[in-house]
């Protein structure tokens, strides 16, 4: 089994900053982490993409974060970050991470979630 554990999470006032990283583990061994990102779900709203990126580092940004987050990635230690700059209070939500990976014994395409971190940004 993968595990993904979410750390950064918090409260802070609009404008500020906070970053959010997520570390793999477990039987990474077994498999091939593709895409690694960042969702989030508001009270009452679906979870939606907040930014993606890939095994190679192209990186994908909902539009309303776009100039205020920026989503990493360091292959060798299985982890993924995310610095969320000039915070909203729109932003507020928990904030799941997320691995895309392909079984190396089966070829399948497995998907796998963090129990998630919240954040809170106050006006």
């Known amino acids: 089994q993968v595990q993904l554990v979410e750390s950064g999470g918090g409260l802070v006032q609009a404008g500020g900053s906070l970053r959010l990283s997520c570390a793999a583990s477990?039987?990474?061994?077994?498999?091939?982490?593709?895409?690694m990102g960042w969702y989030r779900q508001a009270p009452g709203k679906q979870r939606e993409l907040v930014a993606a990126?890939?095994?190679?580092?192209?990186?994908n940004y909902a539009d309303s974060v776009k100039g205020r987050f920026t989503i990493s990635r360091d292959n060798a230690k299985n982890t993924v970050d995310l610095q969320m700059n000039s915070l909203k209070p729109e932003d507020t939500a928990v904030y799941y991470c997320?691995?895309?990976?392909?079984?190396?014994?089966?070829?399948?395409?497995?998907?796998?979630w963090g129990r998630g971190t919240q954040v809170t940004v106050s006006s």
């Open positions: 997320n691995v895309d990976a392909t079984s190396i014994a089966t070829l399948r395409k497995t998907n796998y």
């Open positions: 477990g039987s990474i061994f077994s498999i091939s982490i593709n895409a």
């Open positions: 990126i890939t095994s190679g580092g192209r990186t």
